[in-house]
């Protein structure tokens, strides 16, 4: 073999060597490429489902941040906890009343449960009191105003309520002494807040509290109008139609000395006895006979 390749010139042996020592670097990086490319493929599926994973657990997590109220807050510690002004402010989020008013429900939200309030009070409180007191044919105007003033007079008493406790929270949050009760009544005393405390508070009020208290002064202003207004139209039907009232001392007194009187208030009263269009005087002649 020697003798072999004494008889092969160099350069031949050199462009030989050259030509493999090339071959083998080629496959060498193409096996690296193919094996980089498979490697770097997997992680980048992984990636991108651990990304779309870690937006949903994070969206998922804002979700329940936005919902939570917290039991209670820092600060005070010589105040009772359910004394506190944050704390009591929490404790007033977590009511399902006060909870209509909220800044997360908005205004369109305490409207439409007011008007569910409104809806089910005139249906189901409203109208059939009223339909008690007109008993008599051709008295369907006055039947709707009258249940419209009680029925509005109950929305408007919800109002005060939630416009009260909310003034109250906001009160509270925005003085810079905490007034409360150690025992009792009897016992009340003062703690002054710190700096951070009173920060917080009134950036609380300023945040969460004052525009729910705007929002319920305009919507009580407008149910109070709305109120006074269906108090004129309800005196006004009264005077469209009068309600001939046969109980009135001074009917009663008129009809035994004026036969012309007491031949109207027959008429009135469509043939009946008086006493039919009043449960009371009805029960009292032992159930209405000739009703």
């Known amino acids: 073999r020697i003798k072999f390749l004494k008889q092969i010139p160099p350069g031949k042996i050199i462009m030989k060597a050259t030509l493999g020592l090339s071959l083998a670097v080629v496959?060498?990086?193409s096996w690296m490429l193919e094996t980089t490319e498979g490697f770097s493929s997997k992680p980048a599926v992984t990636t991108t489902?651990?990304?779309?994973?870690?937006?949903?657990?994070?969206?998922?997590?804002a979700n329940e941040r936005e919902d939570f109220i917290p039991e209670t807050s820092f600060g005070a510690e010589v105040v009772p906890e359910e004394q506190r002004p944050v704390n009591e402010y929490l404790e007033m989020r977590r009511s399902p009343l006060f909870e209509w008013a909220s800044n997360e429900v908005g205004t369109k939200g305490l409207l439409m449960r007011l008007g569910a309030v409104y809806a089910v009070v005139f249906a189901a409180v409203g109208f059939p009191i009223a339909g008690?007191?007109?008993t008599q044919d051709g008295f369907l105007l006055q039947k709707?105003?009258?249940s419209n003033v009680g029925t509005l007079g109950l929305v408007l008493v919800l109002l005060v309520r939630l416009y009260s406790g909310w003034g109250y929270a906001g009160s509270r949050l925005q003085s810079k002494v905490i007034e409360y009760e150690e025992t009792g009544w009897y016992d009340g005393s003062f703690e002054p807040k710190t700096e951070a405390e009173y920060k917080r508070d009134l950036f609380l009020y300023k945040q969460e509290v004052k525009p729910v208290t705007d929002r319920l002064k305009m919507i009580t202003l407008a149910c109070a109008a709305f109120w006074v207004a269906?108090?004129?139209?309800?005196?006004a039907s009264y005077s469209l139609k009068p309600v001939f009232n046969e109980y009135d001392p001074r009917v009663l007194e008129r009809?035994?000395?004026?036969?012309?009187?007491a031949a109207a208030a027959a008429k009135a009263s469509g043939g009946r006895p008086t006493y039919c269009d009043n449960r009371y005087?009805?029960?009292v002649a032992g159930g209405g006979?000739?009703?």
């Open 230 to 235: 269906s108090c004129v139209g309800l005196k």
């Open 289 to 291: 006979q000739g009703c």
């Open 49 to 61: 489902s651990s990304t779309s994973s870690i937006r949903r657990t994070t969206a998922r997590f």
């Open 132 to 134: 008690a007191t007109f």
């Open 144 to 146: 709707v105003a009258a």
């Open 255 to 261: 009809v035994r000395t004026d036969e012309d009187f």
């Open 281 to 283: 005087y009805r029960a």
């Open 27 to 29: 496959a060498s990086c």
